[in-house]
């Protein structure tokens, strides 16, 4: 029986605790939780993220990744496809279809490849290090999509009929949900379905007559098969009571009556497949609904349970990418570019940059692996897929302005010698798709974070929105003590860890070399869920709108998963000596980000005596707060602007091609040639005689570097020609 102060708790939380709207709910009731619930637990178990299945692909995935994609790779001329074509070549779509690249994640029953996450997510890597409009357009079918839902919802004859014509190319597959009114509001979307009776082919038959207008729709234009979300009404009850369905997914032909597509956006000058798609008066079978009918008003939440692909594996993929590629052409070219007798690459402000390059590229491919992993064992981690997708598409932004910025007027000339320009104008396209990043960092990360991963707080909210107070009372009583004892746990744990320096959190056993770091992420983590139980509380519902603390601690609970990520790569790499200057330089620049964002919250906490109650539980550490200093840059630049093993291991994966079609490839062959005559170069600085060989060893190293140094141009009818609007139609036609 509950007491009374019991019952004044409950109370207040009926009018504290945040509301769940039904569409937060089938969200919530959508992710899942693995390393987050860790994280947010303030006091992590190592062992749930270092006994993860590590780095590892099936001999059949990698011989597809040594054949086809390569193959697939050699076929792709970024300055064709973006600017001439606008467009992937004909042929280029046939080699698609025909080895399955759409069919990757589809099981090998229905004639797919049946590929891991990790596959998948090596297989965009590759092809994204290539051309961005290439690797859209393989991972789009095979993340939010068409099969990625008939897999999970489908029913028996919907995925014996679309599931093997997707695997063999037969159909080309999208996705409409995005509309004028509905982008990051999904629930304002206007393309609405209303139950009818209609007569098809002679026989009257039960359906659905849909209207939509969608826009954004990557592979619309060329798609032979759409799927549509759309709110389902009901007004004369024919499938039972309820008028008003919901959120509903339907699988339509794209030669049905009433459907227009075929009209291509233009995206930052990228030629990936892109644009509207309408439907007018369109009748749609109740069989046609993903699921059957059974599944009527479960959109939402069958688009939730989906995402995380979309977001944890194909875009953080890409970025990850993009960031390596940046990262392996800015070392290459600023150790062969030489300005005042020297490379470029001993300028303290170029190796300043390049560390920051490197550091990106070492933990987005990281935190890419991992998750891409944890998908593969089961897990549909909705929040740690936000986070990737997030903060991945983010510091592909900062590692590109960077690389631009050393590359300079080499980088911002277009043409076929051009390889980062594209990169360049991607960027943001990532950051806007599969959720804008302002709207999943300031309200997803955290909001859904705290309320999915905290023991007792969905419970709680569920207990506190139930219409019947008394059965809300008796779940409420049943959470609401063993919190109180999570809180003076976590308070106690904050507390300690904080005034140690985080010397009394524990580390794994086994990770003696890395105790330092494992110790500093707990200690985050209990701080972590100290002010988020502050917050929490405090601010209850209204925590919603305070997104300028809601997101700093979405970054906070970010960067120690993005760390922790970094961690687990050591570690399965075998703890490389020569690679501990780049992580140190990885957890050195990730402890300042938390420092900065805990003193942001503190700062501007509404509350002064709750702030300084946060201050003296968990006080900063100024060592931590500090940017990595500049003789570590220095030896993380150095290692990637040489030809090191640690360069080798932040390239795996990429493309780079021969020297006869590819830029990169011509990159490479110079930077190896200046590496081994630098110290040639060395000698002729001093003066010293050069033999007849070493002179023409540096003869032949300078005709390398000139020709990477080159820059395009163009006779102005040709520039004409290569600059005006995308194709209308698709050229495999």
């Known amino acids: 029986m509950p007491n009374p102060i019991t019952k004044s708790l409950y109370k207040f939380a009926r009018n504290a605790l945040p509301e769940i709207s039904e569409t937060e709910q089938a969200a919530l009731e959508a992710g899942g939780l693995w390393f987050d619930a860790e994280i947010f637990s303030g006091n992590p178990d190592w062992s749930v993220l270092r006994e993860a299945p590590g780095y590892t692909l099936t001999e059949a995935e990698q011989a597809f990744i040594d054949g086809p994609v390569e193959e697939l790779c050699n076929m792709l001329d970024p300055w064709e496809i973006e600017y001439e074509r606008k467009d992937l070549p004909p042929e280029v779509w046939d080699f698609i279809r025909q080895n399955k690249f759409f069919g990757m994640i589809i099981p090998e029953e229905y004639g797919g490849l049946g590929f891991s996450a990790l596959c998948h997510s090596e297989v965009i890597r590759k092809l994204s290090s290539r051309s961005g409009t290439g690797a859209v357009s393989v991972m789009v079918p095979n993340s939010l999509g068409p099969g990625e839902l008939l897999m999970h919802f489908g029913t028996d004859e919907q995925k014996n009929y679309w599931l093997p014509r997707l695997a063999k190319g037969e159909e080309i597959p999208c996705f409409g949900l995005t509309e004028t009114a509905a982008g990051s509001d999904a629930g304002a979307m206007e393309s609405v379905g ?20 969608k826009r954004y729709i990557t592979l619309g234009p060329i798609a032979t098969v759409m799927g549509v979300a759309f709110k389902l009404e009901d007004p004369d009850g024919l499938l039972g009571d309820q008028k008003d369905i919901g959120i509903t997914l339907a699988l339509i032909p794209s030669d049905t009556p009433g459907v227009t597509h075929g009209k291509r956006h233009y995206a930052s000058r990228q030629a990936f ?14 069989d046609w609904i993903i699921g059957g009918q059974e599944y009527a008003g479960q959109g939402w939440m069958m688009l939730m349970s989906a995402l995380s692909v979309g977001r944890g594996i194909s875009l953080p993929s890409q970025s990850a990418a993009g960031a390596s590629l940046a990262l392996m052409t800015t070392g290459a070219y600023a150790r062969c570019r030489h300005q005042f007798n020297i490379s470029i690459a001993e300028f303290e402000g170029i190796q300043e940059r390049i560390a920051a390059l490197a550091a990106h590229a070492y933990q987005l491919d990281a935190a890419r692996r991992v998750t891409a992993r944890a998908v593969d064992e089961g897990h549909a981690p909705s929040v740690l897929s936000a986070i990737v997708k997030a903060h991945a598409t983010y510091r592909l932004r900062e590692a590109t302005n960077d690389a631009m910025d050393v590359h300079a007027g080499k980088a911002v000339i277009d043409g076929p010698k051009n390889y980062l320009g594209d990169l360049y104008r991607a960027v943001p396209v990532a950051i806007t798709v599969e959720g804008a990043n302002i709207l999943t960092r300031n309200l997803m990360i955290f909001g859904q974070g705290a309320i999915r991963a905290h023991p007792y707080l969905l419970d709680e909210i569920m207990a506190a929105s139930d219409e019947d107070e008394e059965a809300g009372l008796e779940k409420f009583s049943q959470t609401i003590w063993k919190h109180a004892g999570h ?9 300690a860890r904080s005034w140690t320096g985080g010397a009394s959190a524990p580390y794994p056993d086994g990770a003696d070399d890395l105790k330092h770091h494992y110790k500093q992420l707990g200690r985050y983590s209990s701080v972590l869920a100290f002010v988020s139980e502050i917050a929490l509380v405090h601010l209850g519902g209204a925590l919603k709108r305070k997104e300028f603390i809601s997101a700093r601690l979405g970054d906070i609970l970010s960067e120690v998963y993005l760390l922790s990520c970094a961690l687990k790569r050591f570690e399965e790499d075998g703890k490389p000596r020569e690679d501990r200057p780049v992580l140190g330089y990885v957890m050195q620049a990730g402890y300042q980000r938390i420092e900065q964002r805990l003193t942001e919250v503190i700062d501007n906490y509404p509350s002064r005596p709750l702030a300084a109650l946060m201050r003296f539980t968990a006080p900063s550490s100024g060592k931590n707060g500090r940017a990595p200093d500049d003789q570590l840059a220095q030896r993380v630049s150095d290692l990637v602007t040489t030809d090191t093993e640690t360069r080798t291991r932040l390239m795996q994966g990429l493309y780079i091609g021969s020297v006869e079609s590819s830029e990169v490839a011509r990159l490479e062959r110079a930077f190896k ?46 520039l004409t020609g290569i600059s005006g609007a995308p194709a209308a139609k698709h050229a495999a036609e």
């Open 273 to 286: 497949q892109n644009g509207p798609l309408e439907g007018k008066d369109v009748f749609v079978p109740l």
């Open 194 to 213: 209303v139950v009818e009776k209609a007569t098809v082919d002679g026989k009257e038959t039960l359906g659905i007559r849909l209207n939509f207008n």
């Open 487 to 495: 809180q003076a746990a976590t308070f106690f744990r904050a507390f």
């Open 673 to 718: 040639a200046v590496t081994a005559a630098e110290p040639l170069y060395r000698k002729r600085r001093h003066d010293e005689a050069l033999t007849e060989a070493e002179t023409r060893q540096l003869e032949e190293a300078e005709s390398f570097v000139r020709e990477i140094v080159e820059v395009d141009s163009f006779d102005p009818e040709v």
